[in-house]
């Protein structure tokens, strides 16, 4: 797999991938607003067709057999970097395309969805930490479905952190306010 | 526009900010998901959920960075340092310490404390944790606040001619290859 390291400073490579998908973001504003509209059945047809793209992709790319894996962080693109530009884009996509699906009802749950959204930079900054305090110390496991339910115990102790950051320290929040 | 259009289109705002915000929250649950294995500090074994961790980090910070361009507007490069600053900059500064605060402590009580560890930490605040060795750092997620901190600079400086957005798009696909031809 190629490798290709770091070789400007301060984030500067990372900040010069991540501009691509910055302004693929940019660019598409306009397009994907319509995806909201779009009949339930080519949303689902869409999400297959950016499945089978990211696993291509992935697949193609990806050597499952070394520990490093493809990140911008990691600056490591693969063998294929244009195949790591379309990875990044299908799974965006998958998402975006998902969650226009959603119907939410319970206005319980949308405002917990808002607050969790307005302070993902939260959740960013602490989870490693919730992980290393609360679990690093017992848990070992191999296991997907462990991985699946520990993440999100993980999200719940967060949830709380944000919660506790917009009282007491709304600057870590970047003044962005939770409530509707 | 009569009653019924402007209801249509406020509706439709609405729920394209509830959609947003759906995508946002499965997609950090996708981020700590990926990071299972890295911070538990679990060897690498080729197995399913190793797997996942591979599969999870080719599209996890693209989506971020996709989202942050969504909502990017062009404005000056001295309103948006004073505005990202405070959204971006300060957030990052405010995590990273506590985050070292509860490192240090934490080696405290295991007996690894050493002060050279604790300036390598400082040094890796500085440098957008973009230092060899840095990637074991509780705080070493927030390397995302300070690229997008670097790709907003560079955005109001270029999305203001709007032909060349596309130029620029262009050239960071060139990079990207060529970066990884060099090696």
Known sequence: MLYCGNILPVRIDSALV????????????QKLMKMYNLSFQCKIINTLLFLLILFMAAFLNLNFEQKQGLSINACAYGDYPLLFLLSGLSGTFIVLILSSSFKMRSSRIKNT????????????GFHWMVYKLLFSWWLDSY????????????LAVC???IILASKYCPAILGNRRIES | MGVKDLKFM???????????????????????????TYALGLGFKPSSVWNLMHIITLFHMPFFFFVSGLFFKPISVKEN???DWARLLLPYLIMCLVNIMVMIAFDFITKSFSFSKCVFLFYCVAMGNDVPGSGANWFCALWFLYALFIIKLLACLLFKLKNRAKLWLGGGIIYLYNNAILW
Do not use: C, P, Q, W
């Not at chain 1, 691509?20 to 660019?27: N, P, R, V």
């Not at chain 2, 406020?10 to 995508?23: G, H, L, P, V, Y």
């Open chain 1, 18 to 29: 991540g501009f691509i998908f910055f302004t693929m973001g940019y660019l598409f504003k």
């Open chain 2, 81 to 83: 340092i004073k505005k």
């Open chain 1, 113 to 124: 969805i808002l607050k969790m959204s307005n302070g993902t930079i939260v959740i960013l």
């Open chain 1, 159 to 161: 949830y709380f952190i």
């Open chain 1, 143 to 154: 296991n997907v479905l462990v991985s699946f339910f520990t993440s999100l115990l993980n």
């Open chain 2, 10 to 36: 406020s509706d439709i705002t609405n729920k394209r900010i509830e959609f947003m915000d759906m995508a946002k929250v499965i997609m950090i649950y996708i981020v700590v998901l990926g990071h299972y």
